[in-house]
């Protein structure tokens, strides 16, 4: 398939999903946490209940933009021997069992590095995973990965939040293709959107919604928006404003409390 077949191929199907939903899910998993075969298995039961994206996490031991949970998860995983290659393969073997949800992954440029991202992005195609995610990798440096993935028509997923300038907001947007990842608020995953506050410590109720509606004048891509969504009023607030709720932090610390039951309850409370 060509790059810009797949690039259509994506947008066709968030377009589809979006005709029958307000608003899309996609909730995150590392993977190796616990273990490797409950981290599968979670995704797996994650793709029974009908969410239509995971993203999945290969651990790194300094995972910048994360906040205390998936930070801890991180490091338990990789208590494990843990290896990019078999991680892939796994993922696309649950990718083929449950093509209705699709499966985008995520981590750092130093395992993805020493894995080669020309062999990533090939890998990932194979897999047949929708996109990749190296929140530390500056699309600035990024020739030799945007390169490979056209290559193999994998989409490079970037990353924007509310302190990007507005010139560099409008380059990243426009350079989006299967889906642009909004960042709700600065700072690391976990803590609610409502503690996003300005120097005079009120929380700033309209500055979501700008910050989206500026986002959309230069996006052709989807939306998705992720970092402190933790309750249903968050998830309404989106509607009409992004294409795609991310659960991140908020979906472990459910899983942590009361494993895969007590994370699905989130999810339908959340989205249903």
Same mark, same amino acid.
């Given at each position: 398939?060509?790059? !810009? =077949?797949?690039?259509?191929? %994506?947008?066709? /199907? ?7 939903? &307000? #608003? ?95 062999? !990533? =992005?090939?890998?990932?195609? %194979?897999?047949? /995973? ?7 990798? &500056? #699309? ?133």
């Amino acid at each position: 398939m060509s790059q !810009l =077949a797949a690039f259509i191929e %994506e947008k066709k /199907i968030i377009k589809e999903k979006r005709q029958q939903k &307000p #608003i899309l899910s996609m909730t995150h998993v590392v993977y190796g946490y616990p273990t490797v075969q409950a981290s599968l298995d979670w995704m797996k039961r994650l793709m029974q209940e009908g969410v239509d994206f995971i993203e999945v996490q290969f651990p790194f031991s300094d995972p910048v933009a994360d906040g205390p949970s998936i930070v801890a998860a991180c490091h338990k995983a990789l208590e494990q021997a843990l290896d990019v290659e078999t991680c892939l393969a796994q993922l696309g073997k649950l990718a083929k069992g449950f093509p209705e949800s699709r499966i985008v992954l995520m981590s750092y440029l130093n395992p993805m590095y020493r894995f080669g991202l020309d062999k !990533l =992005a090939k890998r990932a195609a %194979e897999e047949n /995973i929708l996109g990749l995610i190296l929140p530390d990798l &500056p #699309i600035e440096q990024a020739a030799t990965y945007k390169a490979a993935c056209k290559a193999n028509g994998i989409d490079p997923v970037w990353l924007v939040t509310p302190v990007t300038p507005p010139e560099r907001l409008a380059m990243l947007a426009s350079q989006a293709s299967g889906f642009l990842y909004c960042v709700a608020r600065s700072g690391v995953t976990g803590h609610s959107v409502h503690e996003n506050k300005s120097h005079e410590g009120k929380v700033k109720n309209t500055s979501l919604d700008d910050y989206l509606a500026h986002i959309k004048q230069h996006a052709s891509a989807p939306m998705g928006v992720g970092f402190g969504l933790r309750e249903r009023a968050q998830i309404e607030q989106l509607i009409g404003k992004a294409d795609i709720a991310i659960l991140g932090s908020a979906l472990l610390d459910a899983y942590n409390k009361g494993g895969q039951e007590e994370g699905i309850k989130l999810i339908k409370d959340l989205f249903h």
